[in-house]
């Protein structure tokens, strides 16, 4: 007799009662048993404890499942007393906090089972190597009782399994490597965390509600973007504040399936309106989250927030890279990212991207432009959701009285109506807030609104437009970007009259009035960056949050900071989430792209260089050693220019790079020693017979590695005391950095992840045991310092700035060569 049994309890510790948390349309017990159903068994039990039978009986009973009650913690002796009662021969085991188990796999499972029972002794038999919470156990009946009786560990009477497979001296267990289509290791569908419910969410909002599911619907759920890059969006939710915050947050949620953080206390009065807008363009109730996630829980959080309270902000930092819109506050140096959309006023700090075309733009436009102000006949006047100044009220009153019919949108129309004269009262209409305002704007002659959304979806509809001037700041935004302004205290008929005068002043120049403005999704977007990465510090690695290092360049994709601790510049959050592949393409295309020539039609000139640098690594060496043939270790060596210069001076040449292209050619054309391997993860005494060498070279590979301290202390235990180290790298201290700043940082390769300055290089290297013995400049352009365009290379001036850059090291590379002192 075969018996199915998934075991549940609702008194979880770290989700209670998950198992009867709704899921899309039914709970996630329902989804668990409906898989389970899939399996052929002669019966199908819940076991459960006595205090949860009453809530899980009706759900078990639905799903065709008996219910089994049984001791709390002793789930082995739970299992036992079913088996006793059920005189079961064989027990397939689930767990009900698995929602998306994979039928199809446990069908494969019993198959195996069955096989391996009738040909030989099987306790207990799983698939390893399946998504964590996709799997289920099947053992023999027989076996658990006589396992329940020689163990007394309390964890194998937690977990049953374990009483068979952590004792093989007693059972046969098997552990079968899952199938391909199913071995997923690094995937996890099981729900035991607040995090694992929010995801489990998002599949059933992308798969629906035909459950169950198969395995590669399961796995492609996973996959898809917004499980497996989540996002959160918090808004401004305060009231006073404004409703555009929220409103965009919710259009990003739409988008992406992203969630969207609204305390409990949010005090914005117009929450709820919002929200039932938003579900008619399929927000879900589950996409709210009402406290803050744990640390690692999101792999981006993107703030709308307007001004960002710093201690607000820092917790924010610390759960996930953080990425701010339109963020107006001093304290943006904890962004990872900021994206401007809403041209601001006055902000001294740069952005990574300003751009307008992110703003959502109506489709509904008006064709012909006002000639005069006869040609009026309809007026909007609306100040966004809350109306805090109370403006809305006083400005419709103005216009009305100059005879235009109004509409006035305002949170309660009939105390509005109350405080209009009777003999303006059929010519005011006060409604509350519409959704989707933007594809009814066009409707109306002119919009009365203050400086926001509305402002510039109104210019992009084709209506003339007057703001409100609600702040200074306000003022200040509309007269510098051309608005037609009415200042609080012109809000009067003489004010209204004034600010439609001159209705061509009513069409502000911007890129929203074009017919076909650019357009550019934001939540498509919010996706991109949540792909993204944030960074450590390269030397100090996760000794400090990168977030508190100092800002010192935003690029479209890329924020570089340099460290508090010790200096070094370096990349700390990219948007770029493809890798770099050091390939033949790599070599050829990608480098012929760059230099006019393919990697190996250069490698004699390449060669020559590794001359040069090999005589100044033989004066550092040799000046204290009188070695025959000294070894060196060549990292990074692609085709092996500088190896072959390096043999030709009489060194023992060996070399490492993870291009198994360029290890082919050494080994196959050079005929020198090396090996495709990714540094510092090698083994030299293993691949070359030699524990130590007496120099490591690293020319233009330093640059790309993201934990440069494991790098570093691998090259000083692999050199010898006295052994010279010498690298090439990008130079953020030549011309380009200091005169070309943002130029600089926008073309910096998006595998260079740090950025190395002269003058930081003794400092840094001393840490791990080695001394600087010279630094070269290299990579001299005097056409880039900002004084010499237009000037000739034969000129005075061309040649003294020449002379200037290699005088004061301003090239924009440079080769350190430094002697290992200590061991550390």
Sequence with gaps: MTILVVQCRLSSTRLPGKALLPLGNKTVLDWTLSSMKKVPADEYYLATDAESAEKLSPVAVQNGFKVFEGPLEDVLQRFCLLINQTGADTVIRATADNPFLFYDCALSLLEQYNRRSQTGKCDYITY????????????????????????????????????????????????????????????????????????????????GENSPFSSQEIIQAFEDDSIKFPVLCVPCVKKGKGTGHLRRCLAIASSIGANVYIPEDAGLEEKEELLLAAK??????????????????????????????????????????????DEGSLNTDLCDYLLDIIPSYGLQRPSNIADPSYVTLPKNRRNEKLSSTEDIKKILVTVGGEDPADLVVPASISYAKLGYDITAIVQNPQEAQGRVEPELADKITFIKPVHN?????????????????????????????????????????????????????????????????????????????????????????????SKGSRLFCPVCTTEHPSFEDQIVCRTNQRTFRRCNTCGMLYMSYTADSRSTSYNEKY???????????????????????????????????????????????????????????????????????????????????????????????????????????????????????????????????????????????????????????????????????????PTRCSSILRKYGFKVEKIISTGHHPERFPNLAGSKPSSLKWALYTAASHFFGLGDTFEVYCRKERDI
């Design 128 to 207: 390893t190597g399946l998504p964590h919470g996709s799997g289920v156990e099947i053992f023999s009946g027989a076996s658990l009782l006589k396992a329940a009786s020689l163990t007394e560990e309390p964890y194998d009477h937690e977990h049953v399994g374990p009483s068979l497979y952590n004792h093989p001296e007693n059972f046969t267990s098997v552990m079968l490597p899952a199938p391909d289509p199913w071995n997923r290791p690094d995937l996890r569908t099981t729900i035991d965390t607040p995090a694992d419910y929010r995801r489990a969410c998002a599949v059933v909002r992308k798969l």
């Design 280 to 325: 008619e363009d399929g927000f879900l109730e589950s996409q709210i989250v009402t406290s803050l996630p744990e640390k690692g829980e999101y792999s981006l959080i993107v703030t709308d927030a307007f001004v960002l309270d710093r201690e607000f902000a820092l917790k924010l930092a610390s759960l996930a890279p953080l990425a701010a819109i």
């Design 437 to 529: 305002l933007r594809e009814q704007l066009f409707n109306y002659d002119v919009v009365v609104t203050h400086y926001g959304f509305t402002a510039f979806e109104a210019v992009a509809a084709g209506c003339a437009v007057v703001l409100l001037g609600t702040t200074t700041l306000h003022v200040n935004l509309a007269r510098k970007y051309g608005f037609k302004c009415l200042s609080v205290q012109n809000i009067n008929e003489i004010g209204a009259e004034y600010s439609l005068s001159e209705v061509s002043e009513l069409y502000p120049d911007s890129p929203f009035a074009r017919r076909s403005p650019k357009k550019n999704d934001l939540g498509q977007f919010v996706r991109l960056l």
């Design 587 to 757: 070599f050829f295309e990608s480098y012929k792209k760059q230099y006019g020539k393919t990697y190996l039609e250069d490698f004699e000139t390449i060669k020559s260089q590794g001359v040069r640098r090999t005589g100044i690594i033989d004066y550092i060496f040799r000046n204290s050693h009188k070695l025959i043939t000294p070894a060196v270790l060549d990292v990074g060596c692609a085709y092996g220019p500088f190896m072959d210069a390096a043999n030709d001076a009489g060194w023992q040449v060996f070399g490492t790079d993870i291009s198994s292209e360029a290890v082919a050619y050494v080994q196959e054309k050079l005929h020198y020693p090396a090996t495709c391997a990714s540094f510092p993860a090698f083994d030299a005494a293993a691949e070359f017979g030699i524990k130590e060498f007496d120099a490591v070279t690293m020319w233009y590979v330093i640059e790309h590695f993201q934990n440069l301290d494991s790098v570093l202390k691998a090259v000083s235990k692999l050199l010898k005391t006295g052994g010279v180290f010498a690298f090439s790298t990008p130079s953020a201290g030549g011309v380009s950095g200091k005169f070309n700043t943002q130029s600089f940082f926008q073309n910096s390769p998006a595998d260079h992840f740090s950025l190395w300055e």
